[in-house]
């Protein structure tokens, strides 16, 4: 028996040293994350710091505090894992995204959102691969096979949406982050599917008919992801309508909303589809009808919930890979050549730049063409704009690289740590860099008139962010804000205003048939204790 109870002790001892180091861990992250809030409060009105770049700071100068502690053996508290942040941190942000973005400026620029987001990502990931495959062996960094080049032109070609909701202004310049976010939603889709098919075929043979399942597997993905979060959205909008939950607990459908958004997003892992894109289109979904169905209340508790889940998670994320750029194993690797690290860091940024502008400014020129009132076409100084702005990679291209070139978190080859180094090196670079030069590159190119900061303040009860203050501005879902088209019963009215002609039958057709089933504005069920009872009551 003291046998026994003497071997138990040390066991006891070990489980509760190591979870007692989690708990400091834990403290120490969280008042990081206080202190990233703290800090970028401060700079809020700094021309050239956004809060990305403060976390992303903040948690360099933590791991480097860190690494001379514990003597140079770590600098991170957590090892960066992928699962964590495609399973728990991602989510939240892109569904955010969906929820509060303007759909009637998004779906205005749909086709270019999909050119740029998706056409301008395979461009991008075919010239970044052909360069990596014609410098890299002129450097010597170690065997690298097909696959791992067009890897790397995929992880390289996601942008960074993350950071482009912290640099752009959606009411400063609603096209611009239309086309921005927009196209770095579906490009970090693109690029994730890319990915896991480039991963999932045999691409040492190409052959025709290889590539033509690669395009049908693509789009199979993009299509059903899609769908998947349309039909999640409308199902939670069917139930909350149907049964009216806040009659008695609004906590019921604030909950059902947040769980029905996360499973949309765990269906699509499920069934190995594009949760990016699902959740996303489950966020636009249920902004236009899912948050009409709920009570007062729950409208501001949700567009609160949804934007502060969302706000911790992007603080969470850059101070996590600030902390783990400076991981000593991989470093270590590389540190008796960093002229060759240095070297495959510079040659991906000059990559990246040229993929970016190989599709930004020609197919700017076509959509341009097929624009015929100047005022929908698209700038020389705005593609500058949407070009420079897409250069910064984050968290995706980190996850990808990790999920690519080590084994859990860890790796033992030369040619892998000199890649996992160089995404990092890229990924700070661009964000700092780019990142900072962002605001006054559009405050340069673009400067904005004084007098439209008031025209910003309209307000529009359709969507989620003008419960209290109109942050979408201009009337997301407004009757008013497009040119109205009068019964276009023409093909020549079709052809003449595509955009409006197309969105004045969506309208008819939501309100004939969609809202009546989903509810949405103005289609609320008169339910006793329901905001239609309550509005119906001082109308009388």
Not at 329 to 336: A, G, H, I, L, Q
Not at 473 to 489: A, H, I, K, T
Not at 508 to 522: C, E, L, T
Request: hydrophobic share 50%; glycine share 6%; aromatic share 12%.
């Amino acid at each position: 028996m003291a046998i026994g109870l003497s071997s138990v002790i040390p066991k006891l001892q070990m489980l509760y040293t190591s979870d007692h180091a989690s708990v400091v861990s834990m403290n120490l992250f969280v008042a990081l994350l206080c202190a990233c809030i703290v800090i970028g409060h401060l700079l809020e009105e700094n021309r050239w710091m956004n809060e990305s770049i403060t976390a992303l700071v903040i948690g360099v100068c933590t791991g480097v505090v860190i690494l001379l502690t514990s003597g140079g053996k770590s600098s991170h508290i957590f090892v960066f894992s992928e699962d964590l942040f495609f399973i728990y941190l991602l989510p939240p942000i892109i569904f955010n995204a969906g929820f509060q973005v303007k759909k009637k400026q998004f779906f205005r620029n749909f086709v270019t959102i999909v050119l740029f987001g998706a056409v301008g990502t395979l461009i991008s990931c075919g010239i970044i691969s052909l360069g990596v495959i014609q410098f890299f062996k002129k450097l010597d960094i170690g065997l690298l096979e097909i696959g791992d080049y067009l890897a790397i032109g995929a992880i390289f070609a996601a942008t960074d949406s993350v950071c482009t909701l912290q640099v752009l202004n959606q009411d400063e310049t609603p096209l611009l982050y239309s086309l921005v976010f927009g196209e770095g939603v579906v490009n970090d889709a693109t690029s994730v599917v890319l990915f896991n098919a480039i991963q999932s075929f045999d691409l040492t043979h190409i052959d025709p008919r290889i590539a033509l399942h690669f395009i049908g597997n693509f789009l199979y993905l993009f299509l059903t992801s899609t769908m998947l979060g349309v039909m999640t959205g409308l199902l939670s909008a069917y139930i909350i309508k149907k049964l009216y939950f806040g009659r008695h607990s609004t906590d019921r459908e604030v909950a059902l909303m947040m769980l029905m958004a996360y499973l949309s997003y765990m269906m699509a892992e499920l069934f190995y589809l594009s949760g990016i894109l699902t959740v996303f289109f489950c966020g636009i979904v249920m902004s236009h009808y899912t948050w009409h169905n709920v009570t007062e209340s729950s409208r501001v508790t949700t567009k609160h919930a949804f934007a502060t889940f969302s706000f911790v998670a992007e603080i969470f994320i850059f101070v996590y890979v600030g902390m783990d750029a400076l991981d000593i194993e991989k470093w270590k690797f590389v540190s008796d050549s960093p002229g060759t690290s240095v070297a495959v860091s510079s040659i991906l940024v000059a990559l990246i730049m040229a993929g970016r502008a190989a599709f930004i400014f020609p197919l700017s020129l076509l959509i341009n063409l097929a624009k015929k009132s100047p005022n929908e076409k698209i700038s020389f100084r705005q593609q500058v704009v949407v070009w420079w702005a897409g250069l910064m990679r984050g968290a995706v291209s980190i996850a990808l690289a990790y999920n690519q070139f080590t084994r859990s978190g860890h790796t033992q080859l030369r040619e892998n740590a000199i890649m996992i180094t160089s995404t990092i090196t890229v990924v700070l670079f661009s964000t700092v860099v780019f990142g900072m030069l962002t605001k006054p590159l559009i405050r340069f190119l673009l400067p904005q008139p004084k007098h439209t900061t008031s025209m910003l303040l309209s307000s529009d009860p359709s969507t989620p962010k003008s419960v209290t203050v109109p942050l979408l501005g201009e009337g997301q879902d407004s009757e008013f804000d497009l040119p109205q088209v009068v019964r276009p019963n023409s093909i020549r009215a079709l052809l003449r205003t595509p955009t409006h002609t197309v969105h004045h039958y969506w309208r008819k057709f939501d309100n004939a048939f969609m809202r009546p089933v989903f509810g949405g504005r103005g289609f609320v069920p008169f339910v006793p204790g329901s905001p239609t009872e309550r509005s119906f009551q001082q109308e009388q």
